[in-house]
């Protein structure tokens, strides 16, 4: 047995965040542990790599190969360093600037197998982009027990498929903590759901998926699945938006005094998007989806092309003044997308400040309509944005993209940073204030699956180019191109009561 927990409790600021935990981890064998926000999972991770802040008080026995973990901070790196890798949400790792990603990692076949440009500097990667490099660097270490905490929240659905058959296939003892039901079920052969810090259930991770003994798991469970609600909308009319030709490209300095060749984001693009319409903007990582949303919302540029909103012709940053009222976008992280000092009262009024035609009265009403458009209180208006969690603070961007009455709302992969759970709500929501506020919407999305839920069409985007166009359904069941076969089948089977995926070890 590599590792044994045994009635494992944490205390930390007189709350008892892990009380009575235990299980056993064979080697090779990959372990998962699930349950809600709050549920003490996080902890679980951090006290076994002992990386638990100080003041923190723990209880109970966790021997490694026989032998009790280590109680010095040097003992403890040393452990880290040949024995334990841990890649943990909560901490975010000191980079060295002068360092590429193939320097970091250090095994030049792992770095292709993630992916991952090799000469690049680690501190020009993307979010997911560094945490699939955190990842490989800690596989290069080849520890006997990795850690890995929510290791799929930061990346798209192809990149989340490729990580779950990467991993399958590695030899050490993994512990794969998070909420996503579907990952783990792929990936583990037991599983433990936590509560509140307690056991809730134990076992062979087909057996308690499929035949869940106590309520919180079918809850948890039945949560996991996506289930958004598909409303009446308005009638799909004439040409609202039209793109010809759009092609925009990034520029980078990866050294000092120099340029790398620019990275071609959009070539060639033309598409329409009529009036009553969701359309959706569907690739990987890279394909050219967020470039675009941002051009159409009026804070990117193209470099050619254009972009005829209303018979007005732009190409990005040029929207017309006046138009801007017509289109607002709503962020993929929402924690990006307001000013720290500004409550979220004003943050949801300011887009009014471009239209001065409106009464005092008049906005107050707006501002009414769409708090409960979205199911927000007036309570959360004396708020800032550090007082809410991700879900809500998206449902508050989403109240400000609205406020406007525009007639065009851009959501660039709104649901990626949420829930199973959230996700469905989310989606339903945005099908329902559709309805009530007959918008067209551009939404991108690497998850071709969710967008059947909300978009009457999709665009396939693969390296900057419109390779595939549909229904989403019918490009889910017949792909006419690879890269929309590569989206189909980045779907993770569905997990729930009597629906499993199977387990390889």
């Not at 009036?275 to 050219?288: F, I, K, M, P, T």
């Not at 959230?422 to 998850?447: E, H, K, P, Y």
Request: glycine share 8%.
């Amino acid at each position: 047995m590599l590792l044994e927990v045994s009635k494992l409790q944490v205390e930390l600021d007189d709350a008892l965040l892990v009380d009575g935990l235990s299980f056993s981890l064979d080697r090779g064998e990959r372990l998962a542990i699930v349950g809600q926000s709050g549920s003490g999972k996080s902890t679980v991770g951090l006290a076994l790599a002992g990386l638990l802040p100080r003041g923190a008080a723990v209880k109970g026995s966790v021997l490694l190969d026989g032998a009790a973990l280590p109680a010095t901070p040097a003992a403890w790196a040393e452990l880290r360093r040949t024995r334990i890798g841990i890649v943990a949400q909560t901490t975010s790792p000191a980079l060295d600037p002068a360092q590429t990603v193939a320097q970091i990692i250090g095994n030049a076949e792992l770095v292709a197998q993630f992916g991952l440009p090799p000469e690049r500097f680690a501190s020009r990667l993307t979010s997911a982009e560094r945490q699939l490099m955190q990842i490989a660097a800690a596989l290069a270490r080849k520890p006997d027990l990795l850690i890995l905490d929510e290791p799929f929240a930061l990346l798209d659905a192809p990149a989340e498929k490729r990580l779950v058959e990467l991993l399958q296939s590695q030899p050490m003892a993994m512990l794969i903590i998070g909420h996503d039901l579907a990952a783990a079920s792929a990936l583990s052969q037991r599983i433990v759901v936590l509560n509140q810090g307690r056991v809730v259930e134990n076992g062979p991770t087909a057996q308690v998926l499929s035949r869940p003994m106590e309520d919180y798991s079918r809850e948890l469970i039945a949560g996991s699945r996506i289930r958004a609600r598909t409303l009446m909308r308005s009638p799909i009319g004439t040409t609202l938006l039209e793109a010809q030709g759009v092609t925009a490209v990034i520029r980078q300095r990866d050294r000092i005094f120099s340029r790398t060749k620019p990275i071609i984001a959009l070539d060639d693009v033309s598409f329409v998007l009529r009036r009553g319409e969701a359309l959706a903007v569907v690739g990987a990582a890279g394909a050219g989806k967020t470039t675009l949303a941002r051009a159409v919302a009026g804070i990117g540029r193209l470099r050619k092309g254009k972009l005829i909103f209303e018979h007005h012709a732009y190409r990005g940053r040029d929207l017309p003044r006046l138009l801007r009222g017509e289109i607002s976008l709503v962020f993929s992280d929402p924690r990006q997308a307001f000013s720290p000092r500004m409550t979220l009262g004003a943050s949801i009024a300011e887009p009014l400040l471009l239209d001065q035609h409106h009464t005092i009265e008049e906005q107050t009403d707006r501002l009414m309509d769409v708090l409960e458009a979205v199911g927000i209180t007036t309570e959360h208006l004396e708020l800032y944005p550090r007082d809410l969690g991700l879900y809500e603070l998206q449902l508050v961007a989403l109240a400000r993209a609205l406020i406007g009455r525009p007639r065009l709302v851009v959501l660039d992969d709104p649901v990626q940073l949420l829930n199973a759970r959230q996700r469905g709500d989310m989606l339903t929501l945005i099908n329902r204030v559709r309805a009530d506020f007959s918008f067209s919407a551009l939404i991108t999305s690497s998850n071709l699956d969710l967008m059947r839920h909300i978009a009457d069409r999709a665009l396939i985007l693969d390296g900057g180019r419109l390779v595939d166009e549909g229904k989403p359904g019918e490009l889910l069941d017949n792909p006419n191109h690879a890269a929309t076969r590569a989206l189909a089948d980045a779907r993770l089977p569905e997990v729930g009561i009597g629906v499993v995926a199977p387990v390889g070890r």
